[in-house]
Antibody, heavy 120, light 110 residues
């Protein structure tokens, strides 16, 4: 059974660095072809892809956020991390982690999401 | 292109068939497969369709996907009240080098 769960602060102040953790089970990031991603959703708005990390530690980000994002993993502890620097109120969103199956580019399993509010 | 255009809303009566469209370009839908997600209120998205028209295990065959050129569609037949949700398309974008999501369509079952 595949499960994922996000954890981290519910509230951060503007300019602070946000660090999120995704703890998962039911699969391994040491397995060739396994990939994971982070996606966020501002309240009432659409989904936005943030980052991807592969089993071989390759990392990908959208150009618009590349300078502020960092994704990393501890494959043996079944955890993936996301860091977002210099936060602003516009970064207020529900943050999801999700698995990307070997077959393609979809996200087949998602965490429940974590609402993070950026406010002073 | 920051999001793939989708109609903001759609509606239908129980038992009816509804279709939700998703527009793209040559850098995303035109050259890569399309995935669809269902998001019930207050929950995480759920994969509904992958690789244009494939259903994950457990997704009813009332849901179907198709793609033509730079556009894609999700069809829901035999509409049920529990289908009331937001639906998002997504496709890998070669320029983004990552997945590009649609703006979402809110489906109301009348």
């Amino acid at each position: 059974q595949v499960t994922l769960k996000e954890s981290g602060p519910a509230l951060v102040k503007p300019t602070q660095t946000l660090t999120l953790t995704c703890t998962f089970s039911g699969f391994s990031l040491t397995t060739r072809g396994t990939r994971m991603g982070w996606i966020r959703q501002p309240p009432g708005r659409a989904l936005e892809w943030l980052a991807r990390i592969d089993w071989d530690d390759d990392k990908y980000y959208p150009t618009s956020l590349r300078a502020r994002l960092a994704i990393s993993k501890d494959a043996f502890r079944n955890q993936v991390f996301l860091t977002l620097t210099n936060t602003a109120p516009i970064d207020t969103a529900t943050y999801f982690c999700a698995r990307i199956p070997f077959r393609g580019s979809d996200f087949d399993y998602w965490g429940q999401g974590l609402l993070v509010t950026v406010s002073s | 292109q920051s999001v793939l255009p989708q109609p903001p809303s759609a509606s239908g009566s129980p038992g009816q068939r509804v279709t939700i469209s998703c527009s793209g370009s040559s850098s995303n839908i035109g050259s890569n497969s399309v995935n669809w997600y269902q998001q019930l209120p207050g929950t995480a998205p759920k994969l509904l369709i992958y690789s244009n028209n494939q259903r994950p295990s457990g997704v009813p065959d009332r849901f179907s996907g198709s793609k033509s050129g730079t556009s894609a569609s999700l069809a829901i037949s035999g509409l049920q009240s529990e289908d009331e949700a937001d639906y998002y398309c997504a496709a890998w974008d070669d320029s983004l080098n990552g997945p590009l999501f649609g703006g979402g369509t809110k489906l109301t079952v009348l």
